[in-house]
């Protein structure tokens, strides 16, 4: 059982779709993470939340926008996606400051058509 | 940024030997290197990590050493198991992990062969 939840597992869009991915942690977490993860690359940080504010944005395309509505909630919400953009979304959370490890959600697989 | 640097890309040991897998980083204000194993189709699950403040820690057949002088961290899996197969990935941060995110290496595919 993990404490960090995604939904969609599995998702399917055309370019010019809008879709949504949600996170929900039950940690009691107050930071939360989107990570990229394609095929032969490492995962790549995306965006950071803490305490529903947005730390830090690593220079994502704005067709990719995140929403933290609260601690315990990540939205990542997609339009008008590429090809390229195919990947598996993993949401981390972990407490903001105590010195602890992130734990992961089992992922959203994206295939753009 | 930081960098993140790991190798092998591909390790392969019998059953029972020792694997190693390396990381180098490039931020001197890096302070929290974990490691995460990640089986096909699952999430990445953390095995260990270590901070800046020791050289070395221990956790029954898995050991991490840091060198923060030299910038890189290792990973050390003793009397390998056939469930050790899997992508292990270093990282590191500037925090303990939780006001920042991390950065991850390519990963190692680890392979026991029985």
């Known amino acids: 059982e993990t404490g960090v939840t995604q939904t969609p597992r599995h998702l399917v869009m055309g370019m010019t779709n809008k879709k949504s991915l949600k996170c929900e942690q039950h940690l009691g977490h107050n930071a939360m993470y989107w990570y990229k993860q394609s095929a032969k690359k490492p995962l790549e940080l995306m965006f950071v939340?803490?305490?529903?504010?947005?730390?830090e944005n690593n220079s994502v395309p704005s067709r990719f926008s995140p929403e933290c509505p609260n601690s315990s909630h990540l939205f990542l919400h997609l339009h008008t996606l590429q090809p390229e953009d195919s990947a598996l979304y993993l949401c981390a959370s972990s407490p903001q400051d105590s010195n602890q490890p992130q734990h992961f959600g089992d992922g959203t697989r994206l295939s753009i058509l | 940024g930081e960098n993140v640097e790991q190798h092998p890309s591909t390790l392969s040991v019998q059953e029972g030997d020792s694997a190693v897998i390396k990381c180098t980083y490039s931020?001197?204000?890096?302070?929290?290197f974990p490691w995460y194993k990640q089986e096909l189709g699952k999430r990445p699950q953390l095995i260990i990590d270590?901070?800046?403040?020791?050289g070395e820690k221990k956790d029954q057949r898995i050991a991490v050493t840091l060198n923060k002088t030299a910038k890189h961290f290792s990973l050390h899996i003793t009397e390998t198991q056939p469930e050790d197969s899997a992508v292990y990935f270093c990282a590191a941060s500037r925090t303990g992990g939780g006001a920042d995110g991390l950065t991850f290496g390519k990963g190692t595919h680890l392979i026991i062969q029985p």
């Open positions: 931020d001197s204000a890096s302070n929290y």
């Open positions: 939340y803490n305490f529903k504010e947005q730390t």
């Open positions: 270590i901070r800046s403040n020791v």
